[in-house]
């Protein structure tokens, strides 16, 4: 029986990827997500199905339980001296097999115990932190079932713990949880399409393919395919999800999405992440592509058919193997700093081989060092602070802590700063050489020390009044947009005019203090 089961899970591991390779193919080739969630699902599936044969795994006893005898005349001393060397091989292949099964299986029964301890105590603090949700609440979750067709309503809580919005279920009845932040942050036009998502969840009967990712990662926690498989299939389902609900309920795609930038923009960072079992309502990650895939969308019944041809033509693998699939490592961050000193030191070392070999002189080699100072500070100057900004930014929306435009919007600022600074350096550039001539040519008699702080003073007259003007200009700018955003708050009613020319005033003296007037 042991090497049965040794037999089948390598069976099934080999098996999966020509259906893997298959998902990547038709996802690339073909948007509908529902064909990718189901080619997905399929490789999970076949991971935990039995095969129709399995491949012959050395060390493994042979098949065959009575061999033909051999002809005594035949036997020889070296038919003797190879059947000891035989033996000895497939004694250690025996004992590598040996070995490497009990890693498995040792891996699979720690994962086994870790899992289902954190989903039983998860099921205790959740319930135990949880109260019914509000009379408004059970209200529309009703009139969203009914328009989904759900049959059966979960059991809807609210709870105060740090939590996202998710579907739980261990047996028994089905608990939607929505954290008491969004209902208290959203108006109910914006927290009803986070309830009407989570219903969907149910609808599509997503709580049950979580078990399947739960059995498929227990039984091959080692295979990469399985990890890969858990992660696209979570991509897909959420927007699957996302479909189901602006199909059903014809809302507008751009306030649809809206409302989900909003409920996770209002949700506290999680206190720990939920056990798989759980189907949250940014379970799949990469929001952009959701996002986009959602104001992009087009009704089509086409996919129908096509749905049904790719199910009839995959389930001839499921006799043959199964994955599953948990998020990639985010990626290591490029340190530019880092990259730009390691250029500069290379170029010292070949400056100073150089010097060694006669071929510059000191001199010539430190001008050339402090030259490449220079260029380095240029390098690592507004370019790579706007990228290393651009990377951040890019991470912080695909984790869902900032929307697109807010992301944009300080990228924007952050240029205009960077434009700003770089178009003053040249001009501090230029005076910082001028008062260096001044130095040299006084240190040469060219000039009197009198000249020499004339010179030095006008300089630094030259370079104060543009400072001052420019000064006034940001502070008289600051005003206007203050009094402008005052003048639009008086007049929606949201602040009386006395108050408005009182921080008005105020503001003006942090602007202007008086001993600048």
Request: glycine share 4%.
């Amino acid at each position: 029986m042991f090497n049965s089961l040794v037999q089948t899970g390598i069976t099934n591991a080999v098996i999966v990827i020509p259906l893997a390779i298959l998902a990547l193919l038709i996802g690339s080739k073909n948007k509908n997500p529902h064909i990718s969630h189901l080619l997905w699902l399929l490789v999970l599936v076949k991971l935990i199905t039995p095969p129709f044969f399995h491949l012959i795994i050395p060390g493994t006893p042979s098949p065959i339980l009575n061999p033909l005898p051999l002809d005594p005349s035949i036997a020889s001393s070296t038919t003797l001296s190879l059947d000891s060397a035989t033996n000895d091989l497939n004694q250690k292949l025996l004992s590598s097999k040996i070995l490497l099964t009990g890693l498995w299986f040792t891996g699979t029964i720690v994962l086994l115990i870790f899992t289902l301890t954190k989903a039983f105590f998860f099921h205790r603090q959740l319930l135990a932190s949880c109260q019914p949700a509000p009379a408004e609440v059970k209200n529309k979750a009703r009139q969203l079932a009914s328009a989904l067709k759900l049959k059966k309503l979960p059991t809807i809580h609210t709870t105060s713990a740090s939590l996202t919005p998710l579907v739980w279920w261990l047996g028994g009845r089905i608990h939607l949880v929505l954290p008491q932040s969004i209902l208290q942050k959203m108006p109910p036009h914006e927290w009803q399409w986070c309830l009407a998502h989570e219903l969907a969840h149910i609808k599509r009967r997503d709580h049950l393919v979580r078990w399947i990712e739960w059995a498929s990662g227990l039984a091959f926690w080692w295979n990469p395919l399985m990890w890969l498989a858990r992660k696209k299939l979570r991509a897909a389902e959420e927007i699957c999800t996302d479909s189901l609900v602006l199909n059903t309920f014809q809302t507008n795609a751009r306030s649809y999405a809206q409302s989900i930038l909003n409920t996770l923009e209002a949700l506290a960072p999680p206190a720990f992440r939920p056990p798989a079992m759980a189907s949250e309502i940014n379970s799949g990650g990469n929001l952009e592509k959701r996002m986009k895939h959602i104001l992009n969308q087009t009704p089509s019944r086409k996919p129908r058919i096509l749905q049904i041809g790719v199910l009839l033509a995959s389930t001839a693998f499921l006799p043959l193997g199964i994955a599953q699939a948990e998020d990639e490592k985010p990626k290591k961050k490029t340190n530019l700093e880092q990259a730009n000193k390691e250029r500069v030191k290379a170029a010292f070392q070949k400056i100073r081989e150089a010097v060694a070999a006669g071929d510059l002189t000191k001199e010539e080699a430190a001008k050339k060092m402090e030259a490449i100072k220079k260029q380095a500070q240029r390098d690592h100057g507004p370019r790579a602070k706007y990228a290393e900004a651009e990377a951040k930014m890019k991470a912080a929306v695909e984790a869902g802590k900032m929307t697109r435009a807010q992301a944009e919007e300080r990228l924007a600022r952050l240029a205009k700063q960077l434009k700003a600074a770089s178009e003053k350096k040249p001009a501090t550039d230029k005076m910082r050489a001028i008062a260096e001539e001044i130095e040299e040519a006084r240190k040469a008699g060219k000039i009197t020390e009198e000249e020499a702080r004339k010179k030095q003073e006008a300089l630094r007259r030259r370079v104060a009044e543009p400072g001052k003007a420019n000064d006034q200009r940001m502070r008289r700018k600051k005003y206007a947009d203050a009094e402008n955003k005052l003048m639009k708050a008086v007049e929606a009613g949201e602040l009386s005019e006395e108050a408005a020319k009182n921080r008005l005033m105020q503001f003006k003296k942090r602007l202007w203090p008086a001993k600048e007037k």
